[in-house]
């Protein structure tokens, strides 16, 4: 038997169809499609709180849960000013360190005072109250025995004095 060459034809689609257009199309889309992206870098991790380092000997150091109240509305900004962690030096060499920590309307305040070594007195802190008269925060007697005073000047510092036994010191505090 001879085969006979057949006219039956094998089509794909059938003509004018829009299937190999779109065969074509979606074939050069997924060619023209870009590399997946790579994920992005994980985002750093917050770095953990630095272990503050102890301070030396002899320093004046306040506890790291002093808090300090902001003045509220009503008390006068010449008051408002003394607010806040002060530290310095008195006579150059002997630390000294004030929170202010509430300011009344009237001026009296509470504080938190710490003192470094100073002359035969081993560091120490106390908290007191005190009243501001003027621009002069005097506080009370501190239970070392010691009276303290701070004067705002005109550039924001506090000027200090410290009498103890008799001997007086005096130095500037800035606002920490």
């Not at 065969?23 to 994980?42: I, K, N, R, V, Y």
């Not at 962690?85 to 929170?99: P, T």
């Not at 103890?164 to 920490?176: E, H, K, N, P, S």
């Given at each position: ?154 550039d924001g510092t506090l000027a200090a004095t410290y009498t ?13």
């Open positions: 038997m001879a085969f006979k060459r057949s006219s039956v034809r094998f089509r794909l689609a059938p003509p004018n169809s829009p299937f190999p257009m779109l065969g074509f199309a979606a074939f050069m889309l997924a060619a023209c499609q870009s590399a997946p992206e790579t994920p992005p870098p994980p985002a750093p991790q917050p770095a953990l709180p630095a272990v503050a380092a102890p301070a030396p000997e002899g320093s004046a150091v306040l506890d790291p849960s002093v808090a300090i109240t902001p003045p509220a509305k009503g008390v006068p900004s010449r008051y408002a000013a003394f607010s806040g962690i002060w530290a310095g030096r008195l006579d150059g060499m002997y630390e000294g360190k004030l929170a202010v920590l509430t300011i009344s309307p009237r001026g009296q305040v509470t504080v938190t005072y710490a003192w470094g070594d100073l002359a035969d007195n081993r560091p120490g802190v106390a908290d007191g109250a005190g009243k501001i008269v003027g621009q002069t925060l005097k506080l009370g007697r501190l239970p070392n025995g010691a009276d303290a005073s701070f004067a705002m000047l005109p103890l036994a008799g001997q007086t010191y005096t130095g500037a505090f800035a606002r920490q």
